[in-house]
């Protein structure tokens, strides 16, 4: 046992310790293996909405000739199609009229239930929180074909008011529960010293809380329209008349029932995202905040 014992830290005093140079090379070779892992994973996702785009400029007789090809022809020919022929001038101003009105009634109400559930002492609060975020739990399934009926009773159907309605509804619980984390993270002594100065319940809120959780408030909107502006199920089932079409039932419409070109069929594609895109895109640093702000405070 002790000659062995004395020959181990011999070889390990024979083998030295590693060179500095190898480690950094392992781990330049593992840096640049994730960012080659990343690089594939982000041409894989830009891959389909690259031939979208390039597909919606392309000539008729391109597209039939060469579908995955890259930009290899400029045309709007498609994109005059898909506008009049299509109609999805009209769908676009008509999710507008959906998407806007539902988001900022969103955000009124949840931002008022937020501060309520976070700062106000009032009985059964954290039961009633937790009944309005049991709302998440529910898929919408389970009651659509009721709320069907309790519209049409109402006489809501086919109307930019009960599908608003509708669409609010569906994103009131998650915006609630993501507006109280904001709330609840603020200190009281912002608030008591608002209400020695001889402010009320609603000017501490309009002038002093909310100016304070603009950053959830604005990822909140962006979060809610992006769900309305993409529902199809919503604007199908709710609006059987098809008065007030969106984008989404739009474009199923201009598929089903007729042979459609492909490249019609993408300039309407790009026609219905393109403008949550530049939406994202013009917004994203807003949303990143607000998202992780709200998550570690939550």
């Given amino acids: 046992m002790s000659a062995v014992a004395e020959r181990a830290p011999r070889a390990l005093d024979q083998r030295g310790p590693t060179p500095p140079g190898r480690g950094l090379d392992r781990r ?64 676009l101003l008509n999710s507008l009229l959906l998407c806007v009105p ?75 529960f993501f507006m109280r984390a904001f709330f609840s993270d603020l200190p009281t002594e912002i608030e008591q010293a608002a209400r020695m100065d001889g402010a009320s319940e609603w000017q501490i809120f309009v002038r002093v809380m909310v100016p304070l959780v603009t950053s959830g408030m604005g990822a909140l909107a962006v979060f809610t329209f992006l769900q309305s502006w993409n529902n199809f199920l919503v604007p199908l089932l709710y609006m059987p008349g098809g008065d007030y079409r969106p984008l989404t039932t739009g474009l199923y419409l201009f598929i089903g029932g007729r042979t459609v070109e492909i490249g019609p069929l993408a300039a309407g594609a790009l026609i219905t995202i393109l403008p949550v895109l530049v939406l994202f895109v013009a917004l994203q640093r807003q949303v990143t905040q607000g998202f992780l702000s709200g998550a570690v405070k939550g």
């Fill in 28 to 91: 330049r070779r593992l840096s640049l293996g994730r960012h080659l892992s990343l690089a594939v994973l982000c041409l894989l996702t830009l891959f389909p909405l690259l031939l979208i785009v390039s597909t919606a400029f392309k000539t008729p007789e391109d597209v039939q000739r060469n579908p995955f090809g890259l930009f290899s022809s400029f045309s709007t020919a498609n994109l005059v199609e898909a506008w009049t022929v299509g109609g999805f001038g009209g769908y």
């Fill in 102 to 176: 539902s988001t900022l009634l969103v955000v009124v109400l949840a931002t008022m239930g937020g501060y309520a559930f976070a700062r106000l002492p009032f009985p059964g609060r954290s039961v009633i929180f937790y009944l309005v975020v049991l709302g998440l739990l529910v898929p919408f399934f389970t009651y659509m074909i009721p709320l069907y009926f309790q519209l049409r009773s109402m006489a809501l159907l086919d109307s930019l008011v009960g599908v608003n309605l509708v669409l609010a509804s569906t994103g009131l619980s998650f915006g609630v």
